[in-house]
């Protein structure tokens, strides 16, 4: 089988794309939850930064991203 230059072109972004989200997805839910006592010094609408990521940020960035 012959590949065009599109089909690789095509490919490639597409691993990109694959890569750059699998990383954001990979942040939000294993870095935020384990720095979550030092983001709770932070406020967010009110409410601590570690408790709004856990609680809904977590669950928008997924949407975000099946989006």
């Known amino acids: ?3 065009h230059p599109k089909q690789k072109v095509y490919w ?3 691993l990109r794309l694959t890569v750059a989200l699998l ?3 990979l942040v939000v839910t294993f870095v935020v939850s384990f720095y979550a006592r030092e983001l709770n010094e932070i406020s967010f609408f009110g409410f601590p930064l570690g408790f709004y990521m856990g609680g809904q940020g977590a669950l928008l960035i997924y949407v975000l991203i099946v989006g």
Do not use: A, P
């Open 1 to 3: 089988m012959v590949s």
């Open 12 to 14: 490639r972004r597409t």
């Open 23 to 25: 990383v954001i997805w």
